[in-house]
């Protein structure tokens, strides 16, 4: 049972590079997000999404894009990369019951722009 | 409690004595929580959720309190142990499913 799976684990970006961080789910979640987690803070919510081709901005959407196009995958995209983003990112998916659900959290991704 | 910023509270506590994690949260029209549990290096874990409609939710080791007059939640760790150890996060959900969460309480356990 593999739960939230991310890749890559570590990356090394200079400033300006682009690339996707990976992140699949194998629990049929209709809900699956992204965060990102800095020294001394919580995690903030980057965007999510309900379902397949539905996705929505959260807390600190600017510099990163997503898309669903399938309920397993959802790909975050840093189009030019910058310092700010230096960051662990955590991929997260829950059921989504109207309600508020636990989340899942995959391992994480640690990115440093440089 | 938690609070933001670069130098997270830390409450250190004996090995078998009890610990109480609190949280100060936002949102007046939240109406559900839950506590996460992060060991250096891993992804949050889940230890234990509650609705609004509950004051006390009771699992293995660990109760959470609610208390809506003061937008008030508290985890209670019973006899910690060292396997404890590690960065405890609250966070409310008032729109949805996005979950907010609180910055963190550092908790070590010494033997």
């Known amino acids: 049972n593999a739960g939230v799976t991310q890749t890559p684990k570590f990356q090394v970006l200079k400033t300006g590079q682009s690339m996707t961080l990976q992140c699949a789910q194998d629990?049929?979640?209709?809900?699956m997000s992204w965060y990102r987690q800095d020294p001394g803070m919580g995690l903030r919510l980057i965007h999510y999404?309900?379902?397949?081709?539905?996705?929505d901005q959260g807390e600190v959407p600017n510099g990163y894009n997503v898309s669903r196009s399938t309920t397993e995958d959802f790909p975050l995209r840093l189009l030019s990369a910058a310092p700010s983003q230096t960051s662990v990112y955590f991929c997260?998916?829950?059921?989504?019951?109207?309600?508020?659900?636990?989340?899942?959290f995959g391992s994480g991704t640690q990115l440093s722009v440089l | 409690g938690e609070s933001v910023g670069l130098h997270l509270p830390t409450l250190s506590v004996q090995e078998g004595d009890n610990s109480i994690i609190n949280c100060a949260y936002s949102?007046?029209?939240?109406?559900?929580f839950i506590w996460y549990k992060q060991e250096s290096g891993k992804g949050p874990q889940f230890i234990i959720d509650?609705?609004?409609?509950?004051d006390k939710r009771q699992g293995q080791r660990v109760t959470v309190l609610l208390n809506k007059t003061v937008k008030h939640l508290s985890l209670q760790i019973a006899a910690t142990q060292p396997g404890d150890s590690a960065v405890y996060f609250c966070?409310?959900?008032?729109?949805?499913?996005?979950?907010?969460f609180g910055a963190g309480t550092i908790l070590r356990v010494k033997s």
């Open positions: 997260a998916s829950s059921h989504l019951r109207g309600g508020g659900e636990k989340l899942f």
């Open positions: 629990m049929n979640h209709e809900y």
């Open positions: 999404s309900v379902g397949a081709g539905i996705t």
């Open positions: 949102n007046s029209a939240s109406d559900y």
């Open positions: 509650i609705r609004s409609n509950m």
């Open positions: 966070a409310e959900n008032y729109d949805g499913n996005k979950l907010v």
